[in-house]
């Protein structure tokens, strides 16, 4: 299994995001398949470094729906750092540019975030 570290220290949130979800998917690699993924761990680093602006911190917004009548919770992007830290943000980015199929789930198995 080959493993790629990132280092997110001083870069925007989307540049690390698309970079390890590139990765993820295996496009860098000459073997590379819509219907497979690659044996790959990524590990991003220092994920609490990234640069982040006040005004994105403010708007942007994360939603969730419960099922239930009312169940819908919308939170924005400081108050999910307050509560999970900046790991969170980094991962809910890259499993937005993943493929939406079965492949996602292995796919953020194979990431590993550290503050």
Sequence with gaps: MKTYTIDAKGKK?????????TILIGKNLTTFARNTYPEITVTVVNASQIVADDKKKGEKTYTRYSLFP?????????????????TEVLRKAIKGMLPKN??????????IVTE
Excluded at 70 to 86: C, L, S
Excluded at 102 to 111: A, D, F, G, V
């Design 102 to 111: 079965k492949l996602q789930t292995p796919m953020m198995k194979n990431l």
């Design 13 to 21: 949130l989307g540049r690390v995001a698309s970079e390890a979800s």
């Design 70 to 86: 009312g169940g819908q919770t919308v939170e924005t992007m400081a108050k999910v750092i307050e509560n999970k830290g900046y």
